[in-house]
């Protein structure tokens, strides 16, 4: 923990102009996120569950079942990659309404997925007979697992439980049209689920996270909330109230730091002849008010098309004293799949242009797909911390970016210290899965 | 007046009333207006009026879902009389399922209820369908075109094997594929050898259309 709070005030105080030392990785993030900037532009860790199973080439049965075995595979990826914080995430969307009773699939490839065809919440007297959540059913045992070992192994203020939030939740429970109709048409309805979600299915999960050493927060996704699933009005009205619910019942009965919401609002219009700049200025200024930190906020969308000048603009106006607001810039996943090394570089040298050269930038990858080239991905961490290594190049261009030379996966792990648990759980296979809850 | 009619055909769908829709369409069965017309000048028209507000960034997904909704209770009442006027408009059939593994059907309803608007013969093969499954409908039904969805970037990978199936089954170039889904791309459609991707709905349904020369 010491160490943790010399990188903490080293981070501030090298943030805030006293650049003496050697920035580490966490000290690079907090600098940017609480002075002007680091050492270099940092690239926070990514949500990579299916991509660090794919490149760890563990089987699926195992690798959504053991805690160890997950938390050891993605601490281990990032690392290999050189992201400056680790993210842990598994399926997160799923285990509420899996210990829940909801019917799933499983697969030797893929993650469990729940079926809303054969949906949980039929109708609303089903909110009667089912809940609260029992900590000790379906895979709850192994996500509050995952929780502990991220806290005790990734360590820091990024580590954190999980869970999923309560409009994706109903979504995973009832099937989206039937939520967001209950939203548009049933708002009593609407009410009752949202109180069931937070009291029923999520807060019996976040109080068996807070039992665990180490756990002190935990967040929530909500990508079914994002734009245009949900619009901004939508999200106001109910996602937000909802999230600081959870947030003040967490703080008060079990001392957790819970940030519900997360994605919800996420600007995710796929077509950029529909980029509306008015939509998107909402969409972030509801993202400030979910999100933990006061930050400028890009996800999954199809950033690359994004007028980035238009992030910048939001993170200037919204700004405090003379600083803006820290800007996360993420790389969307179908871009880091399907794009050269090439086209990724000048993603990054572009975005770094417009936005690095006064500070406050994290890059950030919202989902990296499971078959995306890891050279990819080395390539953009490479090249992040190489073009935004301050000051700023005056001229970007100048600055060639070569391919990284990296050693592959297996070599690199043999000596680490997720060795052992990742080799032995290729060698042992997987037995089949098939319990529902 | 016929036209009125119509016209609250198109306002139920646009607006998403899936109660008020289907009663609507027995009104005008009732009343004697043809079935073709019905579909083509009110619950089509509100449907693609419901993708022209989308398009314009008026409608956002929850309008969308609630117009599918009412576009899917509206055709319950009207598809026996359809098939007994041999209504189709292109008499081309699609064949569409989400791959092995997924069971996320949102997208694919979607593009199913565009397909379905604009005059394919829609086979929905449900969700989580094995590759022989795809292959036995295209040798059962001979669409024109076949649609694959995913929703994971995992499960997606299984587009890759359906396709090299129906090459090796000699079925490859006797059916057009169209691939789909959160996940997917138009390089990722290249790269499977699809012959469209779907962007989303409205564009499936466009993409569709050209591919049969429609």
Known sequence: MAHQTLELIQGILYGNGLRVGRLSPTGRVFATLMGQHGDTVPFMGPQIHDHAMTVARVPARKYYWEAELLVNVQIAVERWYGFDTYTIIPDAYNFEVEALGAKFIYSDNAMPTVDTNEPLIKEPGDLDKIGPLDPSKGRIPMAVEVARLSCEKASGPFAMGFFCSPFSLLCQAMGYPKAVRALRRERAFAQELFEWAENQAIFPFLKAQSEQPGVKQSSGADAWAAFPNLTPEMVDEWVVPSAMRLRERGKKELGLTVMAGLAAADYCEEDPAKFDKQIMFKCWAIARKLFIMDVALSAMGRTQDWPMEWLQEFAVANGKGRRKLPVYASLNGRFMRDSTPEQIVDKIRQWIDILGRDGRLLFFIANVPADTPPAHIHTAVHAVHTLGRYPIAGDLSTIEIAPPVFQPFDEWLKGQPEADVIFKAREAGAAPRTFTG | ?214
Do not use: C
């Not at chain 2, 969700?127 to 409908?137: K, L, Q, S």
């Open chain 2, 1 to 214: 007046m016929p036209e009125e009619k119509y016209q609250a055909i198109v306002d139920a769908i646009v607006q998403g009333e899936d109660e008020e829709a289907p009663r609507l369409i027995q009104q005008a069965l009732e009343a004697g207006l043809p079935p073709l017309d019905v579909l083509q000048q009110g619950v089509v028209a509100g449907i693609l009026k419901t993708g022209d507000l989308w398009a314009a960034n008026e409608y956002f997904l929850p309008d969308v879902i609630l117009a599918a909704e009412a576009f899917k209770a509206a055709m319950k009442p009207l598809e026996p009389h359809l098939k007994e006027s041999q209504a189709r408009q292109y008499g081309k059939k699609f064949v569409i399922g989400v791959v092995e593994g997924d069971v996320h059907d949102l997208g694919k309803g979607l593009v199913a209820a565009m397909l379905s608007s604009a005059g394919f013969e829609v086979i929905d093969l449900g969700i989580n369908v094995p590759p022989d499954r795809f292959i036995g409908a295209v040798k059962e039904h001979q669409p024109a075109i076949v649609g694959l969805g995913a929703y994971m970037t995992t499960t997606m990978l299984q587009m890759k094997g359906v396709i090299a199936e129906l090459e090796r089954q000699g079925l490859r170039h006797k059916v057009k594929v169209m691939v789909g889904g959160a996940p997917t791309s138009q390089e990722f459609a290249d790269e499977v050898g699809a012959d469209a991707w779907g962007k989303d709905a409205l564009d499936a349904m466009h993409k569709a259309l050209l591919l049969i020369g429609a």
